[in-house]
């Protein structure tokens, strides 16, 4: 079969056309899932936006719940910020209808869980007999319960100056990696875990997996690290007023107290003080908890540098949900009576929102 130069041509005009067509085809194809995937980070953008307000939104509405409640002269776990029946005066306040739990704002609702940060000890404030309290509480090593407080005034006074069983920056630079002591407030509890001497079962505890049989009830064998009763982070706060609120700190925080906690996690004084809370009616008074606990007025005053019955600091959690979507949000709040401001605003996931 002969081929004319006029069919090849055709022919070559059919080729390009139908290259031509692939390219558009693949072009196209391209341009659209490039506007797929435009829509969907402008979907994504505007969900983020809406979640952020949703969470703003509850922590605004716990601030407005902890301001109705600052003009009282104490802070219980029986408040309603706590989810308590409601203490006092305010069971007949606005808030005896209200709950913490799905509030709904713009297409979405929240729900919100608040913590006071006073039931806590707090590590920015704490002097070196607090310290030496609370690693006996734990069971720390003797060692550790000797040197330990000096490592930790050390990385937070502003100078350079090693205190004896203590360490600065000149030992933190021989690490590897290295770095300097803070010489600073912590901004969080973690930081003890660059501090000397804290280990990580000492700051989040010994799993109760992990925890060995004790022969004959002697503690460990040498050179195996000690079964902690609780982690540091249990404890400590890097943000409070600087006192444990006795009416809503635990019976592991309330043993790390001296002068009231015996070291053996279960002192009746703090049995007595945990009664004496929840009793009908309860006792709300520092002077009180404390004789109700045992311990006569002359030997108040060294506690009572540690201890009130009144809490200002909180940590929120809002847990914001646009369908089957969920996004939780923390924030830290201060109270000063009826005035509540937020101090910081954050995602969970530690995604930074303001």
């Known amino acids: 079969m002969n081929i004319t130069v006029a069919n090849k041509k055709q022919a070559f005009a059919v080729i390009v056309a139908l290259v031509a067509v692939t390219v558009l085809t693949i072009i196209a194809a391209a341009f659209a899932y490039a506007m797929k995937v435009e829509t969907k980070l402008a979907a994504n953008t505007n969900d983020d936006e809406q979640f952020y307000w949703i969470g703003r939104g509850g922590v605004d509405r716990a601030c407005w719940w902890l301001a109705l409640e600052g003009n009282q002269p104490f802070s219980s776990l029986q408040q309603y910020w706590a989810g308590g029946q409601g203490d006092g005066p305010e069971t007949n306040g606005p808030l005896a209808s209200e709950s913490l739990a799905d509030f709904p704002i713009a297409e979405g609702h929240v729900t919100i869980e608040l913590k006071e940060l006073e039931a806590k000890i707090n590590i920015n404030t704490a002097n070196s007999q607090l310290l030496q309290q609370v690693l006996l509480a734990q069971g720390a090593d003797p060692n550790s319960v000797s040197s330990l407080p000096d490592c930790i005034l050390d990385w937070l006074d502003p100078d350079d100056n090693t205190r004896p069983a ?115 009616p309860p006792i709300r008074t520092v002077p009180q908890l404390l004789m109700n606990a045992g311990i006569p007025p002359q030997d108040q005053g060294q506690l009572q540098q540690y201890v009130s019955t009144l809490g200002n600091t909180y940590e929120v959690h809002a847990t914001a949900t646009i369908g089957q979507l969920s996004h939780t949000y923390t924030a830290i709040v201060y109270r000063n009576g009826p005035d509540v401001h937020v101090v910081s605003f954050y995602r969970s996931d530690g995604q930074k929102t303001q």
Do not use: W
């Open 166 to 280: 203590g360490a600065e920056s000149d030992y933190y630079l021989g690490l590897n990696p290295s770095y300097y002591a803070k010489n600073a407030p912590m901004d969080s509890t973690e930081e003890l875990l660059l501090v000397k001497g804290i280990t990580h079962d000492m700051y989040y505890g010994t799993p109760p997996e992990q925890k060995p049989e004790n022969e004959l009830g002697f503690g460990h064998r040498p050179g195996q690290e000690a079964n902690y009763n609780f982690g540091l982070k249990d404890v400590f706060t890097a943000f409070s007023s600087g006192k444990v609120n006795l009416l809503t700190a635990d019976a592991t925080v309330l043993n790390c107290l001296p002068g009231l906690g015996d070291g053996s996690g279960s002192s009746p004084a703090v049995q007595n003080i945990i009664t004496a809370r929840e009793s009908d």
